[in-house]
């Protein structure tokens, strides 16, 4: 499945500890919740998990002391998976560090900023997210691509997936949940979140 093959990637970029941070209020996935979970007849939680990835073999008593902060800066940190509560596609927004195989064929790595309990880390990665089936097909998954490397890139605004999907041009059917989507409609709704494409 696609969690583990995340997993799997993570290893192989050297993770030697992951810490789970449970209840994590997620703009990308709360965005899609609103949009669409929240109107179906099944309960869908409104808020994820996040996995983050360590190359350091970590024990969580260490860091996790209440008695003082948090300190996680020499731990080697290699990015983050957010786990939306969706069954068939539970991989949201996640930033891992490419491995030493992959790095020198990926364009677009940035770095990423992360507050886990009060410790600031970075990781360069290149987005990824797992389309759901429903609001989001691989076509608005791309579109999110492009739109959150330029947030983090260029400082551009923060263009969330339910926005996407509100972006795109009825042809026939309906939007929600999603169907196939054109290559018009994929231009035309990165032109809509300000990101005109060459085509």
């Known amino acids: 499945d696609l969690l583990g093959s995340v997993i799997s990637h993570a290893d192989r970029a050297g993770a030697r500890s992951v810490l789970a ?7 990308d996935y709360r965005s899609e919740h609103s949009r669409f979970y929240s109107t179906t007849f099944r309960r869908y939680p409104s808020i994820a998990h996040r996995l983050h990835f360590f190359a350091s073999e970590m024990n969580a008593t260490d860091h996790l002391d ?3 902060p948090t300190a996680f800066a020499n731990c080697g940190y290699l990015g983050y998976c957010v ?3 969706v069954d068939a596609s539970p991989v949201g927004r996640t930033m891992i560090a490419p491995t030493s195989v992959l790095a020198g064929h990926v364009s677009c790595i940035v770095e990423d900023h992360v507050n886990l309990f009060g410790s600031t880390l ?7 997210m797992a389309q759901d089936f429903q609001l989001g097909v691989c076509v608005h998954v791309t579109a999110w691509v492009c739109a959150y490397y330029h947030h983090l890139r260029f400082d551009a605004p ?9 972006f795109t041009p009825m042809e026939h059917g309906r939007l929600v949940p999603s169907g196939a989507v ?3 409609q994929l231009v035309q709704m990165l032109e809509r979140a300000g990101l005109p494409p060459v085509v």
Do not use: S, V
């Open 21 to 27: 941070e449970h209840r994590y209020i997620d703009a």
């Open 66 to 68: 209440m008695a003082r």
């Open 83 to 85: 786990i939306r509560p």
């Open 122 to 128: 970075t990781t360069d990665a290149a987005p990824f």
């Open 158 to 166: 923060r263009i969330l997936p339910a926005d996407l999907a509100g």
């Open 182 to 184: 054109t290559i018009t």
